[in-house]
């Protein structure tokens, strides 16, 4: 009976934290397909309070045989850009602009982490972010950390619901590289989706 009381809570827990399963077509994610020119690399997105740089969010762009964003639980998104379960396809260097240009703001600051991978490497992350599911809210940082443990190079890192202390664990990676971005924008990100939405260069 005890047994039951706890699965029925895990499951309204995990309603109530709204995962979200989405698929999206083969067809469109193999239209959406971008393969960046740039080396391998795991780039980690956290979004920090201007206030008291408390972590809000984490993200993960993934160049591997194609670019893609791991947006777990994020409200982040673009029509032209189908997703599967947090997983956003077809990650070109303008969809990375907005993905920061929605975040960043006068409440938030955004930071970038980049690390330089082999193809293998690069390739597991993307399968692993891929084959996650859709993450329950305030779970961003636990499933990044989920999807890097273990993975060659990255055991160092902790699991943890903070997204400010695995920035802080990811800083220690040897190699990676930062930058803060900043943006004096309002606290308001609908308009930002609504001018990403109707932009001409990306329809």
């Not at 393969?35 to 972590?55: E, K």
């Not at 999807?147 to 160092?156: D, K, N, Q, R, W």
Request: hydrophobic fraction near 40%.
């Amino acid at each position: 009976m005890v047994r039951l009381i706890f699965a029925l809570v895990a499951m309204l827990t995990l309603a109530a934290c709204g995962a979200e399963p989405k698929w999206a077509t083969d067809a469109a994610v193999a239209q959406a397909r971008y393969v960046h020119n740039g080396p391998s690399s795991i780039t980690l997105y956290t979004v920090l309070s201007t206030r008291d740089g408390a972590g809000a969010h984490s993200g993960l762009l993934i160049n591997a045989s194609e670019r893609i964003m791991f947006d777990p639980a994020g409200t982040w998104y673009h029509p032209n850009l189908p997703e599967r379960n947090d997983v956003h396809y077809g990650m070109t260097p303008k969809m990375q602009a907005f993905y920061i240009d929605y975040h960043a703001r006068e409440t938030f600051d955004v930071v970038e982490q980049t690390i330089l991978v082999s193809p293998g490497v690069a390739e597991l992350v993307a399968q692993r972010a891929k084959a996650y599911g859709a993450v329950p809210k305030a779970q961003c940082a636990k499933s990044i950390s989920a999807i890097l443990s273990e993975v060659p190079g990255f055991e160092s890192l902790p699991s943890t619901w903070y997204p400010a202390k695995y920035m802080e664990a990811f800083a220690k990676l040897p190699g990676v590289t930062s930058r803060k971005i900043t943006d004096s924008d309002a606290d308001n990100n609908h308009g930002v989706l609504l001018v990403q939405t109707t932009d001409p260069r990306v329809q």
